[in-house]
């Protein structure tokens, strides 16, 4: 059978035509918010002025990371879930590090009892990706004059604003690469913001490493693959940085710093058991007054995963008034021993009491 590369051609081109389909919303809610955004800024600094698309942009962050907020605190519990049953998995690892199999299997059911998801902590990556996509794709078509997103094909007035908007006299639909024109404005501002966003990463994981990790979580190969992302995704930032617009690296600037506050606050008020960050959050509960043990109690209770609750084998549960919690109880069986002594013999029988209905019981 012959290779037909027009026939695999034809599988991309139908490929990218699905990628192009769904990504119609994203294009619609980012052009939306920017828009909008834009109006409410344009009296204030202009129509053309870049500081009005900067604030734009913005808004836009500032929208999507509100709408967020609960997937990034899912992710903090979890990730804090997993530092803090890492002694359990070590002891997994040491029991049965030679069956990987059932490694797995442990692991997973150790998992399931704790109410950990270790893949919830990706959720807010994974969110983020196609939303800065989105952005990438509306800014990069500013740049080239093609409007994407409803709200920019309705307004194709818009579309020719942001492409020529500057700020600090950097094109905000500009790139670091390639130079054409030389080292220029765009270039400087790019570099900056680049800088900028990859120390905000550096710090914002080492923070965490530093103040909210148990020194189990350095041990072992979690450990190493702990450091190895505190120098990897910065150095990420690095190499795909010069290709992004200028107006897509406010958007990770904003984005990282909200991160990073909000990262803060969480691990000053709900830090990790057996951290430093922990031990400062208990000092500071002693001194108000308040039981550390006790709050961290409540919390777990709250944060695990309630399990179902069954009925003791033999019992029938009653139900109880709404809001209460199920209960459960045995019927009460006696027993009369009586002896007859005909024929001398003694011959025991036993005599339960008669059992009332189900119906006369919910009567009672």
């Known amino acids: 059978m012959d290779f037909d590369p027009f026939l695999l051609l034809g599988i991309f081109d139908d490929l990218g035509k699905i990628a192009s389909a769904i990504m119609q919303p994203l294009y619609w809610a980012v052009s939306g918010i920017i828009v909008l955004a834009h109006r409410l800024w344009a009296p204030i600094f202009g129509a053309d002025s870049g500081i009005t698309w900067a604030l734009s942009i913005i808004v836009l962050t500032v929208v999507i990371r509100t709408l967020m907020m609960p997937l990034y605190a899912k992710q903090l519990n979890s990730t804090r879930a997993m530092q803090s049953i890492q002694p359990k998995i070590q002891a997994l690892q040491a029991k049965y590090g030679a069956d990987r199999e059932r490694l797995g299997q442990e692991t997973m059911k150790l998992y399931k009892e704790e109410g950990v998801s270790p893949t919830s902590s990706c959720l807010p990556l994974l969110i983020q990706l196609p939303i800065f996509w989105g952005l990438y794709r509306v800014l990069y078509g500013a740049a080239q ?102 107006g897509v690296l406010v958007y990770w600037i904003i984005s990282n710093l909200w991160t990073f506050i909000q990262q803060y606050v969480i691990i000053r008020n709900y830090p990790t058991p057996n951290t430093p960050a922990y031990i400062e959050w208990e000092e500071r509960m002693v001194a108000k007054g308040k039981d550390p043990k006790e709050i961290e109690r409540v919390r777990a209770s709250k944060g695990r995963k309630a399990k179902s609750s069954g009925t003791v084998p033999g019992s029938r549960a009653v139900k109880g008034n709404s809001g209460d919690a199920p209960t459960v109880s045995r019927q009460e069986v006696k027993r009369d021993t009586v002896r007859n002594d005909d024929s001398q013999k003694k011959v025991v029988q036993r005599q339960q009491v008669q059992r009332t209905s189900r119906a006369a019981r919910k009567k009672k």
Do not use: C, W
Not at 155 to 183: K, W, Y
Not at 202 to 226: D, I, V, Y
């Open 145 to 246: 004059g093609q409007a994407r997103g409803t709200f920019f094909i309705n307004n194709p007035d818009l579309v020719e604003s942001l492409r020529h908007a500057t700020l600090f006299n950097a094109q905000l639909s500009g790139t670091f690469l390639p130079i054409n024109n030389g080292f220029g404005a765009t270039q400087i501002l790019s570099l900056i913001m680049i800088i900028m966003m990859t120390a905000l990463l550096f710090f914002q994981q080492l923070h965490m490493m530093r103040r909210n990790m148990p020194p189990s979580a350095f041990e072992g190969q979690m450990g190493q693959q702990q450091k190895m992302m505190l120098y990897l995704m910065p150095a990420m930032y690095i190499f795909i940085g010069p290709q992004i617009p200028v």
